[in-house]
């Protein structure tokens, strides 16, 4: 009988470890889970819309020459500053002042004319309306993500977003529109950043010679 009971604990105490050892396994394999693609990128996306402010700097490359510019961005409003061209977006109208031309012009943009105004909106959009996967090239500690347009008329022929696989923080974003790539490298993220309401209107008393043609 003593036999008995000391071989019946033994099988109850080996049945508790193994179903212990199939929770921590399981357990394991969550925490470690792979993320897929469209998971990494709407993380991405998360980052900028979740942030009351955001402030970046970056290189733009394109048509082989590479400028330096500034993002910052409070929900559905920002403010873009480039060499070339400067933007700014109220939340209603997007002014983009041309210093070649001297001109300013005022729309109310089409969702795409937000994106060319914008990099960061790409990776905002979380890549709704693509097809994801994750690149052949891989790098160290970063996520790179190809996106691929389901609408063939979009303009666009391929996203390619870099992301840090600790902040989730966007490093490099190349958009390929079939007839030119423009690679935005970004050189500083922050987010939570007080921005006052001015940093997203069009800075008049800046530039008074400035033509304005308004467009709305």
Same mark, same amino acid.
């Given at each position: 009988m003593m036999v008995s009971r000391f071989l019946q604990n033994i099988s109850k105490r080996s049945i508790i470890l193994g179903l212990l050892f199939a929770?921590?396994?399981i357990a394991?394999?969550?925490?470690?889970?792979?993320?897929?693609?469209r998971q990494v990128a709407?993380?991405?996306?998360?980052?900028? +819309?979740?942030? =009351?402010g955001l402030a970046a700097g970056f290189t733009l490359t394109a048509n082989g020459q590479t400028s330096k510019g500034t993002i910052k961005s409070s929900g559905s409003k920002f403010s873009v500053l480039l060499p070339q061209v400067s933007s700014w977006y109220d939340g209603k109208a997007l002014y983009t002042y041309n210093p070649r031309t001297s001109e300013t012009t005022i729309i109310e943009p089409t969702a795409q004319e937000m994106l060319e105004s914008n990099p960061l909106l790409y990776v905002k959009g979380g890549g709704n309306g693509f097809n994801y996967s994750f690149s052949k090239i891989q790098k160290n500690g970063k996520y790179v993500v190809e996106l691929l347009p389901r609408n063939k008329r +979009?303009?666009? =022929?391929k996203l390619i977003f870099t992301i840090n696989k600790s902040t989730f923080h966007p490093e490099k974003i190349e958009i390929d529109g079939g007839g030119m790539t423009s690679v935005v490298n970004v050189t500083s993220f922050k987010t939570g950043v007080s921005l006052p309401a001015g940093a997203f209107a069009y800075p008049r008393s800046k530039y008074p010679n400035v033509e304005i043609v308004d467009l709305r």
């Amino acid at each position: 009988m003593m036999v008995s009971r000391f071989l019946q604990n033994i099988s109850k105490r080996s049945i508790i470890l193994g179903l212990l050892f199939a929770i921590f396994a399981i357990a394991g394999q969550e925490a470690f889970a792979q993320l897929t693609a469209r998971q990494v990128a709407q993380k991405a996306a998360s980052v900028i +819309s979740s942030s =009351k402010g955001l402030a970046a700097g970056f290189t733009l490359t394109a048509n082989g020459q590479t400028s330096k510019g500034t993002i910052k961005s409070s929900g559905s409003k920002f403010s873009v500053l480039l060499p070339q061209v400067s933007s700014w977006y109220d939340g209603k109208a997007l002014y983009t002042y041309n210093p070649r031309t001297s001109e300013t012009t005022i729309i109310e943009p089409t969702a795409q004319e937000m994106l060319e105004s914008n990099p960061l909106l790409y990776v905002k959009g979380g890549g709704n309306g693509f097809n994801y996967s994750f690149s052949k090239i891989q790098k160290n500690g970063k996520y790179v993500v190809e996106l691929l347009p389901r609408n063939k008329r +979009s303009g666009l =022929k391929k996203l390619i977003f870099t992301i840090n696989k600790s902040t989730f923080h966007p490093e490099k974003i190349e958009i390929d529109g079939g007839g030119m790539t423009s690679v935005v490298n970004v050189t500083s993220f922050k987010t939570g950043v007080s921005l006052p309401a001015g940093a997203f209107a069009y800075p008049r008393s800046k530039y008074p010679n400035v033509e304005i043609v308004d467009l709305r």
